[in-house]
């Protein structure tokens, strides 16, 4: 399959689907490439569902399992090839603009996941730290608080970016809280 599209190229070109696809060589369940790959059924199901969205990966059938039907993928194609117009474009221009996406936020979570997922538990030390709260920003105020979020990230940055020292990684997440539920 020869890829045009810019969407196309930056669903395929990231390693966790890559290897979803490489499992969908053959039709496949869910299910059965997230035991191949030591994943839940739900972050493959993910995944297929934005390679399918891509035209990468096709629904070739499906089965009822227990009452529920359980849909069989294959890769839509053997191959696939990058148009040389999009070498160099994937993730670059649209990376400023889409950390402001909730695609952008989705995947930096999944990153998270799979990252404290393949800590060691068994180590006698883990030093880490999650902090989470809410902050209400009147619309007007919106800029300044950006603002002053990316001042103080760049200043940690600047502070502790050296090359010394145990490597962390630091994500921040800011979203809308939605409604409020009871």
Do not use: N
């Not at 390679?51 to 990468?56: F, N, S």
């Amino acid at each position: 399959m020869y890829l045009e599209q810019i969407e196309q190229a930056e669903v395929l070109l990231k390693p966790q689907r890559v290897e979803v696809l490489r499992q969908l060589a053959e039709p496949r369940t869910c299910t059965e490439v997230a035991a191949r790959l030591e994943q839940t059924p739900q972050r493959v199901y993910y995944h297929v569902k934005q390679l399918v969205a891509a035209g990468l990966v096709e629904q070739v059938s499906s089965r009822k399992v227990r009452g529920i039907s359980e849909g069989i993928y294959q890769a839509a194609a053997r191959s696939y090839w990058l148009s040389p117009r999009l070498v160099g474009r994937v993730g670059g221009v649209r990376r400023a603009r889409d950390e402001l996406s909730l695609g952008y936020l989705l995947d930096l979570m999944e990153e998270v996941q799979a990252d404290v997922a393949a800590l060691d538990r068994s180590a006698p030390e883990l030093p880490s730290i999650g902090v989470s709260g809410e902050i209400r920003v009147p619309a007007e105020r919106r800029q300044e608080f950006l603002h002053d979020l990316q001042s103080t990230l760049r200043d940690l940055f600047t502070r502790y970016g050296g090359a010394e020292g145990d490597a962390f990684k630091l994500a921040v997440a800011c979203y809308p809280k939605g409604d409020d539920r009871e």
